[in-house]
């Protein structure tokens, strides 16, 4: 009669002579981690900028709106009144188009300085457990060869 093999078992032997070490994916995840939460900042710093500008935006465009819809002794008043307000709120709109730029780019260059210095860690990172992987496997190949 034949048995039947323990796989369980001889997963466990095999596991257990090759131990990982688990602090590389450790630190990965903290830096990942890491990288998230400074993500993170410069999203909202830049929603809150970009709300702060389009407060402001709104905030003059109706005291503009409020400055036609009072009442004018002359008919050619409200022509006038139209045309300020045409011109002004052009001049708000590249005015505030251009805040809205210098965010977008200080976003980008902040995102960039990021991702740099992001994989900066990564490939020291990766070297450090690469150079601990070699030395662990090179005093294992020493171990295991018969002595001269």
Do not use: C, N, R
Request: hydrophobic share 45%; proline share 2%; no cysteine.
């Amino acid at each position: 009669m034949t048995t039947t093999v323990d796989y369980t078992k001889m997963m466990k032997d095999m596991m257990g002579a090759f131990p990982m070490d688990t602090t590389a994916m450790q630190d990965a995840f903290k830096s990942q981690a890491a990288l998230a939460e400074k993500m993170s900042k410069v999203a909202l710093e830049a929603a809150e900028k970009s709300t702060e500008v389009s407060t402001k935006w709104t905030k003059s465009t109706l005291a503009k709106v409020g400055e036609i819809s009072t009442v004018k002794d002359d008919p050619a008043d409200y022509s006038k009144a139209m045309t300020d307000f045409a011109s002004s709120s052009a001049e708000m709109a590249a005015e505030h188009v251009a805040a809205f730029a210098e965010i977008a780019k200080k976003v980008q260059m902040d995102t960039v300085e990021l991702m740099m210095a992001a994989g900066k860690d990564m490939q020291e990172e990766t070297t450090a457990a690469v150079k601990k992987a070699t030395d662990t496997a090179t005093k294992a190949a020493k171990a295991t060869s018969p002595a001269k």
